[in-house]
Nanobody, 121 residues
């Protein structure tokens, strides 16, 4: 499975961005899909996850601001990010795994290359 993340960029605080993650290869709509983010010197942080039946999970840090969704027909997962804050600045990664629910990086099998989100204050 190959994952291609896109949609990052520079946005002002309070603004919005939508990230996309396109899957190719031996894709499966049953994969649990997740988004993580990482800043220099820190571990990769889970920000959203979605099951094949679109059950979602968010940590408190983004709950109410970020929305994950998936289009299984297009093999694509999205991350809508609203009310962005400077502390949301990071490289964002999408990932796919075979767990029923996965919130840790080591639970995922496949990773995209990352897309940079910069929020200016």
């Amino acid at each position: 499975v190959q994952l291609q993340a896109s949609g990052g960029g520079l946005v002002q605080a309070g603004g919005s961005l939508r990230l996309s993650c396109a899957a190719s290869g031996r894709t499966s709509s049953s994969y649990y899909m997740g988004w993580f983010r990482q800043t220099p010197g820190k571990e990769r942080e889970f920000v959203a996850g979605i099951s094949w039946i679109s059950s979602t999970y968010y940590p408190d840090s983004v709950k109410g601001r970020f929305t994950i969704s998936r289009d299984n027909g297009k093999n694509t997962v999205y991350l809508q990010m609203n009310s962005l804050k400077a502390e949301d600045t990071a490289v964002y990664y999408c990932a796919a795994g075979s767990m029923v629910v996965a919130t840790r990086a080591d639970e995922y099998d496949y990773w995209g290359q990352g897309t940079l989100v910069t929020v200016s204050s």
